[in-house]
T-cell receptor
Framework: RKEVEQDPGPFNVPEGATVAFNCTYSNSASQSFFWYRQDCRKEPKLLMSVYSSGNEDGRFTAQLNRASQYISLLIRDSKLSDSATYLCVVRGTGRRALTFGSGTRLQVQP | EADIYQTPRYLVIGTGKKITLECSQTMGHDKMYWYQQDPGMELHLIHYSYGVNSTEKGDLSSESTVSRIRTEHFPLTLESARPSHTSQYLC????????????FGQGTRLTVV
């Protein structure tokens, strides 16, 4: 089983749609959680951190459920510019660096 | 914008050559990482550094080696490149292990022919 698992995608949605991505992680000792965005042939960039209480940044809402080891990202009012791959990222303890999910590709269509 | 730089951006090289991929950051970060990513696939950690003179291998076995003689510099070396090394190599850095993000360089796209 992979340490971080995501919806396989791709998600093809019209502009203005609301889309939700899910992610589960296997290491219950994981300490921090992030959503990164990666455009085609580019480096990943932080979209938002995920806090236990849930957090919102404009059209983006992230939630964490530690009991279920589940993370979600909700995008409201999708824009064409939201088209990218969204990576669920988990940081453990000790020597472990960031562990990336395989990503979910989003294509927003006009 | 993150102050982390990788050179070269693209490299095409013949089998058996020795190569070094450069990574430098000006943010004073102690933690630096190398990830490998094949097209359309996930990132895999291949090397990790806590700080100067501290390096560890990551989750994905790699024939590459790294060094960390200076805080700002974390080069990756392949002694003898092979076609199986063709991939994108991404360098990243962070302030600490905990709740801070990692910043990525733009990557080096390596092709071994």
């Amino acid at each position: 089983r992979k340490e971080v698992e995501q919806d396989p995608g791709p998600f093809n949605v019209p502009e203005g749609a609301t889309v939700a991505f899910n992610c589960t992680y296997s290491n219950s000792a994981s300490q921090s959680f992030f959503w990164y965005r990666q455009d085609c042939r580019k480096e990943p960039k932080l979209l938002m951190s995920v806090y236990s209480s849930g957090n919102e940044d404009g059209r983006f809402t992230a939630q964490l459920n530690r009991a279920s080891q589940y993370i979600s990202l909700l995008i409201r009012d999708s824009k064409l510019s939201d088209s990218a791959t969204y990576l669920c990222v988990v940081r453990g303890t000790g020597r472990r660096a960031l562990t990336f999910g395989s990503g979910t590709r989003l294509q927003v269509q006009p | 914008e993150a102050d982390i730089y990788q050179t070269p951006r693209y490299l095409v090289i013949g089998t058996g050559k020795k190569i070094t991929l450069e990574c430098s950051q000006t943010m004073g970060h102690d933690k630096m990482y190398w990830y490998q990513q094949d097209p359309g696939m996930e990132l895999h950690l291949i090397h990790y550094s806590y700080g100067v003179n501290s390096t560890e291998k990551g989750d994905l076995s790699s024939e590459s080696t790294v060094s960390r003689i200076r805080t700002e510099h974390f080069p990756l070396t392949l002694e003898s490149a092979r076609p199986s090394h063709t991939s994108q190599y991404l360098c990243a850095s962070s302030v600490d292990d905990m709740n801070t993000e990692a910043f990525f360089g733009q990557g080096t796209r390596l092709t071994v022919v």
